[in-house]
């Protein structure tokens, strides 16, 4: 296996357990609150931590993270490190959603009722590990799509259908009514206008931050392959090499589907001095997985 096939299954390797551990943390996390019936410090334990931000976004971080690791799954079996963007919009998406968590427990919350309360137990996963996890993750493991202004604006989304939803239950139905309690002291604490105000900027504010990480290291992580393709490729008989890697793939997944590295040859083809064509190394890789090698 030649660099670039190495550099492609550790970025999938990272990714992968990355987001499985995001994954395995927020099942921790929940599973402690859904089996804690009683807690003196807060009251939304048991089925009713699901009104809780903090608990679904990070259920939305972690369904996010589990669709990846099918993808990281089929990068390592045919070395194409691939995901579609939606997917790596809805991650952005969860992890917009937890980096609010985050910074809400660590600039407000810690500071009033105590770190050791608000980073012990199943908050520890919550408030902390699953967040920082997940930023890590998002802005430095996945990189596959450059993230745009639209983008920013669609992961504004989760915060805008809970902010609703919270001051229908607490402010419009009401406590007595059978809403919520004031649990985040939004309403009973400041001026209702504060948060409104206040909680969109801050969530843009998060957005492009992220933005901002995981294009730098998309950009850099295009600029490395460039390197590598060039050295690995510019001099090389593409015909040849294409060939080669078709053979490899067909006495390693002889009875696996025929996954073609449309992409990958296309790198080749740009870096080389070679005048095949991207299609011409399509059809010479299926030649040579099937057999059938062409003079």
């Not at 990189?143 to 402010?171: C, N, Q, W």
């Not at 294009?215 to 590598?228: Q, T």
């Not at 005048?275 to 062409?294: I, N, S």
Request: net charge positive.
């Amino acid at each position: 296996m030649d660099r670039v096939m190495k550099h492609t299954r550790r970025q999938c390797l990272f990714a992968l357990f990355s987001a499985l551990c995001v994954v395995v943390c927020v099942c921790i996390g929940v599973t402690m609150n859904l089996t804690t019936l009683h807690d003196e410090n807060f009251d939304h334990m048991g089925l009713r931590t699901f009104c809780m931000f903090t608990v679904n976004s990070n259920i939305l971080a972690a369904a996010a993270m589990a669709m990846v690791i099918p993808y990281t799954l089929d990068g390592l079996r045919t070395h194409n490190y691939h995901m579609p963007r939606w997917i790596v919009v809805l991650v952005y998406a969860g992890v917009t959603a937890v980096s609010l968590t985050f910074l809400i427990s660590l600039c407000i919350l810690a500071p009033v009722k105590g770190f050791v309360l608000i980073f012990s137990g199943s908050r520890f996963f919550l408030h902390g590990v699953c967040p920082v996890l997940a930023i890590v993750t998002f802005c430095f493991l996945i990189s596959d799509h450059r993230i745009g202004l639209v983008e920013s604006l669609k992961a504004l989304v989760p915060v805008l259908i809970y902010a609703f939803i919270y001051l229908t239950m607490v402010v419009v139905i009401g406590e007595d009514r059978g809403g919520w309690n004031d649990f985040y002291g939004f309403v009973t604490r400041l001026p209702l206008w504060v948060p409104i105000v206040l909680i969109m900027p801050l969530t843009f504010g998060i957005t492009s931050a992220l933005r901002a990480l995981h294009n730098g290291s998309y950009d850099r992580r295009k600029r490395k392959e460039a390197r590598l393709y060039r050295e690995a490729y510019q001099a090389a008989d593409l015909r040849e090499t294409v060939e080669r890697i078709g053979e490899s793939r067909r006495r390693a997944l002889r009875m696996a589907d025929i996954v073609i590295p449309a992409r990958v040859i296309g790198y080749m083809v740009e870096s080389g001095d070679d005048d095949m064509t991207v299609a011409e190394g399509c059809r010479r890789y299926l030649d040579a997985y099937l057999g059938d090698k062409r003079d």
